[in-house]
């Protein structure tokens, strides 16, 4: 990372998980609307990539949130209400920034009951988010329940992905820490190298 500042180094960052997010919840839309038609359950990796980002950067995390929506609903051709549904309904994931404040992302990341817990929140508050703004725009309070059920095997996929990417050095760590910590790892074995 020396020839890039630490802002570009997030920025591209930020960018290919969106573009990974994109790409991924438009598959899936997509595959889900031709494939299975006429089963009630939506796989939707939003949550999952949600999660990476909001361990890796904080409150940017907003930002996919927005795109999972935006692509989900691009995919399917949804109506305007729709995308306000799940574009700020996805934001509300952004709760699970209260379990990082109250224990700290190492504390999260290291305990895989803790992990589990801050993937279970992210998905609870896009759910309550999407439920909410439904709300808002008429829609029965039996409908909203529904995006529970509909969803629940995206919170079995969120979960999964969440566990796997803890165990792939960097990719669900907080990005400032992983990156003093490389360097840090970088300058040990410079300096041993030196003494041999």
Request: proline share 1%; hydrophobic share 55%; charged share 15%.
């Amino acid at each position: 990372m020396s020839n890039i500042s630490f802002k570009q180094y997030r920025a591209i960052d930020l960018g290919i998980l969106a573009v990974i997010l994109f790409v991924a919840e438009t598959i899936t839309a997509k595959a889900a609307n031709s494939w299975f038609p006429t089963e009630l359950y939506m796989l939707s990796p939003s949550v999952a990539v949600i999660c990476i980002v909001m361990m890796r950067w904080g409150g940017f995390a907003a930002i996919h949130a927005v795109i999972g929506g935006a692509a989900f609903c691009l995919a399917l051709g949804a109506t305007a209400e729709q995308f306000v549904v799940y574009c700020i309904g996805n934001c509300f994931a952004l709760v699970s920034l209260i379990l990082i404040k109250a224990l700290g992302k190492q504390e999260i990341r290291d305990r895989v009951w803790l992990t589990i817990i801050f993937t279970v929140l992210a998905f609870v508050g896009t759910e309550l988010g999407r439920g909410l703004v439904s709300l808002i725009f008429g829609l029965a309070i039996d409908a909203v329940l529904a995006f529970f059920a509909t969803d629940s095997l995206s919170l079995v996929f969120a979960v999964v992905v969440v566990l796997i990417s803890r165990r792939v050095d960097g990719l669900f760590e907080d990005q400032k820490a992983y990156l003093i910590r490389t360097e840090s790892e970088r300058r040990r074995a410079r300096s041993s190298d030196n003494f041999e």
